[in-house]
């Protein structure tokens, strides 16, 4: 989970490790305007990072702890190219602050284009999946059985309502 806020405000995401150096993958959206960071692992261990880059255009962005918990490694990056639809999918990350969830799903459809939310661009081959994806996984990992992450789990469509439709999308990998 990503705690993130500046002083006045708080709000919390998610992520996945990309490295044993301790880059973390997330959403622009997660950390855009904080002013603090703070990565609390799923053993409760929590560290101090800071925004390696981001890129508003892709809604992706990188930040870094100094040192990892022992436990705690990088997920395998899978392949876009190999998603199909009807694939099963787990969606991992912090809904509504609920840490350690995960959900499960198939992939509903690929090549979907999303509006980046910061700029004009639109992020192409998204992935859409029926996996329950609600505020606070954004920045999480989507993964295929095998274990590899084949999107960033990043936007939903709810009709208006205030409540998650079964349509969510995540950024594809091979844009990581």
Same mark, same amino acid.
């Given at each position: 989970?990503?705690? !993130? @806020? ?8 998610? &992520? ?8 973390? !993958? ?17 053993? &409760?261990?929590?560290a101090e990072a800071e925004i390696i880059g981001t890129d508003d255009d892709s809604d992706l962005a990188v930040i870094k702890v100094e040192q990892l918990p022992e436990d705690v490694h ?15 999918? !787990?969606?991992? @990350? ?45 920045? @999480? ?9 084949? &999107? ?13 439709? @079964? ?10």
């Open positions: 989970s990503i705690d !993130v @806020g500046p002083s006045n405000q708080s709000g919390a995401g998610s &992520g996945f490790i990309l490295s044993d150096t301790g880059h973390i !993958v997330t959403n622009n959206h997660v950390v855009a305007n904080a002013d603090l960071l703070i990565v609390i692992f799923h053993d &409760g261990t929590q990088p997920l395998p990056l899978g392949d876009v190219g190999e998603v199909n639809v009807g694939d099963w999918v !787990v969606a991992i @990350g912090n809904p509504f602050g609920l840490n350690s969830s995960m959900s499960i799903g198939i992939i509903s459809a690929i090549g979907r284009t999303i509006p980046s939310g910061a700029t004009l661009f639109s992020i192409p081959e998204a992935i859409q999946t029926d996996a329950a994806i609600n505020p606070g996984n954004s920045g @999480g990992p989507l993964m295929n059985l095998a274990g590899q992450v084949i &999107g960033v789990n990043a936007q939903i469509a709810t009709g208006g309502q205030q409540a998650n439709a @079964g349509v969510g999308f995540a950024i594809p990998v091979n844009i990581v």
